[in-house]
């Protein structure tokens, strides 16, 4: 007796071709996968033909606690989530106060074990002291290095500094890639300025080109695994195809990829995030990136701030969008229009994100891994809607656009957490392990 079989499915394989047949769990793995599996389950669910897909790892999420929960916070976050297809998350840590060190880790992941419907970790954030507190501290997926100041306190630009982080330890480092000197010259030239679409002059391409730079610099000196978030910027783009080492990884995240300074017309600062959107060109020099495996996968920088304070004048206005229950339906739609293959999206939002920060099974069809699956219909359409987001602050700056894929079913652990649009309360996220 199996927990959860999945009958009648088109069963997504790591290679892009699809498998039409049945799939079995227990103990929280994939047990079994074959034609009209002679089998019997707790709990079984007809597929009717639709999509299976391993569970998307979303690889960097603002779940906004401790601090901030009246935007999000640990619960609605990972509810959010597995709405989306996501069923493990890696939280970043400009909390507040900021996870830092053990203990503020530890808070965490108390927290996450009472609350999260999801998979999830968490990263240790660098500060100009704390060299000792983020290449000891356990469970971490890495370091995050706030070069450019973004939402709360954590920064560190100060190349001193940067090199002595670099250079002590072997953890991956994570950069938030935006020159902080260029960022505060620029906002004081501009400070007269508050039309949204300035945000993208003052925090320019220059920003994020000198930090990516001075990053895969010390990366190559001390030959440190590094990852490179939210590259935004064709100018990133030709650097890392100049030179990109072999520990050196790098993400985009959709609204790099759909969206650009046009839309600052019409949304004005609920587009406004750090890195800021680009140009049309940049779009599709990020486009051709993932294609070409210059860039290696996609995260959504979920980063949600309420209504009332997104809509006041520029500058504020806070930077983020949420992002974490569209991700998926963006890119199937992306796959459905023949934009990129079945192959292609499981590598840039399942499986990919799994090997660059090293946790074991997850991200693949494939008997023994783990049982983090979505069911999604590929072939419905419907707009997404603010009234139908589960995050906290209710909204989306994709509302009104028809996409399809639409989670179904996300199954965490071999049960089933989201269940045609809701929660079922007794599924309980674990939190991930990573391999060093």
Request: hydrophobic residues 35%.
């Amino acid at each position: 007796m199996y927990s959860l079989l999945v009958r009648n499915a088109r069963i997504a394989q790591p290679d892009g071709s699809i498998y039409e047949g049945d799939l079995a769990c227990e103990r929280g793995l994939i047990a079994k996968t074959g034609p009209s599996l002679d089998a019997q389950a707790d709990e079984t669910i007809d597929a009717g033909g639709k999509l299976l897909l391993p569970g998307v790892i979303d690889p960097q999420v603002h779940f906004r606690e401790p601090g901030a929960t009246y935007k999000e916070d640990l619960a609605s976050g990972s509810r959010a989530a597995v709405k989306g297809g996501v069923t493990s998350f890696l939280e970043m840590p400009n909390t507040n106060p900021p996870t830092i060190d053990q203990s503020s880790l530890d808070s965490k992941l108390a927290s996450a074990k009472r609350k999260c419907v999801a998979n999830y970790g968490f990263f240790i954030g660098a500060t100009p002291n704390n060299l000792h507190e983020i290449n000891t501290a356990s469970p971490v997926c890495g370091i995050k290095i706030f070069m450019g100041a973004s939402t709360g306190d954590l920064l560190v630009h100060d190349p001193q500094d940067l090199e002595h982080i670099f250079a002590n330890g072997d953890r991956l480092i994570a950069v938030h890639a935006e020159d902080e000197k260029r960022i505060r010259e620029r906002r004081a030239l501009f400070a007269e300025n508050t039309d949204p679409r300035v945000h993208s002059e003052i925090r320019d391409n220059r920003c994020a080109a000198l930090a990516t730079e001075l990053a895969l610099t010390l990366s190559t000196r001390y030959e440190r695994r590094l990852h490179i978030l939210h590259l935004s910027t064709h100018d990133e783009v030709e650097q890392l195809q100049n030179h990109k080492p072999s520990w050196v990884t790098a993400e985009v995240i959709p609204n790099h990829l759909y969206l650009n300074v046009e839309h600052y017309a019409r949304q004005g600062t609920l587009v406004q995030m750090n890195p800021p959107i680009r140009q049309p060109k940049d779009n599709a020099a990020l486009w051709q990136a993932l294609h070409d495996g210059v860039i290696d996968f996609i995260a959504t920088d979920h980063a949600p701030h309420s209504m009332e304070e997104k809509k006041q004048p520029y500058s504020q206005s806070p930077s983020g969008v949420p992002g974490v229950e569209t991700s998926l339906p963006l890119m199937l739609t992306h796959m459905k229009a023949g934009k990129c293959t079945l192959a292609e999206l499981q590598k840039w939002m399942c499986w990919g994100p799994a090997e660059a920060y090293r946790i074991a099974n997850k991200g693949k069809i494939t008997e023994g891994w783990d049982a983090d699956l979505t069911l999604v219909d590929i072939d419905a359409v419907r707009p997404a809607r603010n009234q139908d987001m589960f995050t906290k602050v209710g909204w989306t700056p994709y509302h009104g656009w028809p996409l399809t894929g639409w989670p179904i079913y996300t199954i965490v652990g071999g049960y089933v957490a989201f269940d045609q649009n809701r929660i079922r309360e007794n599924v309980c996220g674990q939190a991930l392990n990573f391999t060093t």
